[in-house]
């Protein structure tokens, strides 16, 4: 089990912004696609975006132009920075790594799991 650790997390006023991380440890998955996924009280776990390099990125529609994910091989972490936050952002905030190298929306096909990072966004 490659464990994933995010951080980044916290309270930040509508509008704001935040920077999330997903540090894993052990093997590279620098070839392996990662995503991050959310997760609000009550709602289903929800696909947010997910790449192995740039050019295969998707996101969801909710946080397109908004959302960046981005990784640095070298250090072996994800990230996903986050503008113009929504009350509607507020979530638990995981992120997930394939065995595979093509990214996908469900969280099904991801194998390892981090244990979330909360965001709170208040208006």
């Known amino acids: 089990q490659v464990p994933l650790v995010e951080s980044g997390g916290g309270l930040v006023q509508a509008g704001g912004s935040l920077r999330l991380s997903c540090a894993a440890s052990?093997?590279?998955?620098?070839?392996?696609?990662m995503g991050w996924f959310r997760q609000a009280p009550g709602k289903e776990r929800e696909f947010i975006a997910a790449?192995?390099?740039?050019?295969?990125?998707i996101y969801s529609d909710s946080v397109k132009g908004r959302f960046t994910i981005s990784r640095d091989n070298a250090k072996n972490t994800v990230y996903l920075q986050m503008n113009s936050l929504k009350p509607e952002d507020t979530a638990v905030y995981y992120c997930a790594a394939r065995l595979r190298a093509d990214p996908s929306r469900y969280s099904s096909d991801y194998a390892y799991w981090g244990q979330g990072t909360q965001v709170t966004v208040s208006s």
């Open positions: 052990g093997q590279s998955f620098s070839t392996r696609a």
């Open positions: 790449f192995t390099r740039s050019a295969d990125t």
